[in-house]
């Protein structure tokens, strides 16, 4: 039983533009969300995180908000560069330890 | 880069055959884990380590056991290869120093089992 999905395998945005990704959540009791990234035939690099106690993170380009109620995240991207084209997953954390990922979104970014 | 290195990067088997995947670190940090990632599911975790000899479950643990003898090493075995084990399985290391939770990963090995 999946629990974070993301159901957007898939997503293309014009360089410039923004780009939003989103992920639900089932478990109330994940405390923490992250979003990574990952190019082929490399790991995951970490993106951007969230505390449950917050609704919104910025680091630059990235920002991540959270709906606690409706059990969504999204990542907003502005703006998108053809060098964001990759996957993205995001996870939810549980108890320190337990990360539960997403099956991730491919973005392409048309120059 | 978090000084990770998985072993090997590729490996084709054969069905039924022992299989043994290695994550080395080089930052004594104390959490570990290994991941299997299939399209369709992401990124699913195997095992975990929070020490020496110290580890736990994951969603997806069956046909999979883990060790840890050394800090800077996590080493994944397959007792007995399945198909269903054909995948890309990525080590990831958590940072206890840091405020966040954030995990960094290696490169990936490339499983194939005939």
């Known amino acids: 039983d999946q629990q974070v999905k993301q159901n957007s395998p898939s997503l293309s945005v014009q360089e410039g533009r923004i780009s939003i990704l989103n992920c639900d959540y089932t478990?109330?009791?994940?405390?923490?969300f992250l979003w990574y990234k990952k190019y082929p035939a490399e790991g995951p690099t970490f993106l951007i995180s969230?505390?449950?106690?917050?609704d919104k993170n910025e680091d630059g380009r990235f920002t991540v908000f959270l709906n606690k109620s409706a059990k969504h995240l999204s990542l907003h991207i502005v703006p998108s560069q053809p060098g964001d084209s990759a996957v993205y997953f995001c996870?939810?954390?549980?108890?320190?330890?337990?990360?539960?990922f997403g099956t991730g979104t491919s973005l392409t970014v048309i120059p | 880069d978090a000084g990770i290195t998985q072993s090997p990067r590729h490996k084709v088997t054969e069905t039924g055959t022992p299989v043994t995947l290695r994550c080395h670190q080089t930052?004594?940090?104390?959490?570990m884990y290994w991941y299997r990632q299939d399209p369709g599911h992401g990124l699913r975790l195997i095992h975990y380590?929070?020490?020496?000899?110290?580890?736990d479950k994951g969603e997806v643990s069956d046909g999979y056991s883990v060790s840890r003898s050394k800090t800077e090493d996590f080493l994944l075995t397959l007792e007995s290869a399945t198909s269903s084990q054909t995948s890309v399985y990525f080590c990831?290391?958590?940072?206890?120093?840091?405020?966040?939770?954030?995990?960094?990963f290696g490169p990936g090995t490339r499983l194939t089992v005939l």
């Open positions: 996870a939810a954390l549980i108890g320190g330890n337990q990360f539960y």
């Open positions: 478990n109330s009791m994940f405390d923490y």
């Open positions: 969230i505390s449950s106690i917050k």
């Open positions: 930052e004594n940090h104390r959490y």
């Open positions: 380590s929070y020490g020496v000899k110290d580890t």
């Open positions: 990831a290391i958590k940072p206890r120093d840091r405020g966040i939770n954030e995990q960094f």
